[in-house]
C-alpha cells in the first residue's frame, strides 16, 4: 500500500517500513505468496511530521504514527496499529497489532507503559531548533575550512 512520510522525519539504516511478516512467514522468505492474506492487505502506512525511526525498526502495514513520535532501536509497530503524537517506543519494545496508543504514551523495559503528562512537545522543538543552530554553525565552519583550503591559507 501507499507510504506516507511527513516532513521533518528520520527513518534509520535497515528499518523496514509497511512490511507485510504474514506473508513473508508464510510464504517463501522473499515476500511472495503465502496464505496469511487478511482484508488489511496492501494497507498502507502513514507516518506524520517530525517522526523518527531508528535503526532496524520494523512497522508492518497499515499503521499510523503520530507527529513527534520515536520509535527506537528495534522497536516494533504491529500490523494496523495507530500510534499516537508524541509517543516513545523505548529500544526493543514493540506496539501490538491492532493496538491504538494514546498520545504521549511511553513504552519502556518489557513492554510497561505510562502516560508522559509533560506535554513534551515544546521541549522536543525547543531541542529540534536548537540542533538547527549547530547544524547551520557546523555548516559555517565547513564552508570556512574549505574557503581558506582553496584560497591557500
Known amino acids: 500500500g501507499p ?30 505468496g503465502g496464505e496469511g492474506e487478511t482484508e488489511e ?6 507516518i506524520e511530521d517530525h517522526v523518527v525511526i531508528d535503526a532496524r ?6 499503521c499510523r504514527i503520530g507527529e513527534g513520535t520515536i520509535v527506537e532501536c528495534g522497536g516494533r509497530i504491529g ?22 496508543l494514546p498520545d504521549y504514551t511511553v513504552i519502556y523495559g518489557f513492554n510497561s507503559r505510562r502516560v508522559d503528562h509533560s506535554k513534551p512537545e515544546a521541549a522536543r522543538a525547543k531541542a529540534a531548533e536548537a540542533l538547527v543552530e549547530v547544524l547551520k554553525k557546523a555548516e ?5 575550512t574549505q574557503s581558506a583550503r582553496k584560497t591557500g591559507n
Open 79 to 100: 500490523r494496523g496499529a495507530k500510534v499516537g503524537k508524541y509517543c516513545k517506543i523505548a529500544p526493543l519494545c514493540s506496539v501490538a497489532a491492532g493496538e491504538i
Open 57 to 62: 525498526v520494523v512497522v508492518e502495514e497499515g
Open 3 to 32: 507510504l506516507t512520510i511527513g516532513s521533518g522525519c528520520v527513518i534509520g539504516e535497515f528499518a523496514s517500513v509497511g512490511v507485510n511478516v504474514d506473508k513473508d512467514v508464510e510464504g517463501d522468505g522473499n515476500g511472495e
Open 140 to 144: 559555517m565552519a565547513i564552508r570556512a
Open 41 to 46: 492487505e496492501g494497507a498502507g502506512v502513514m
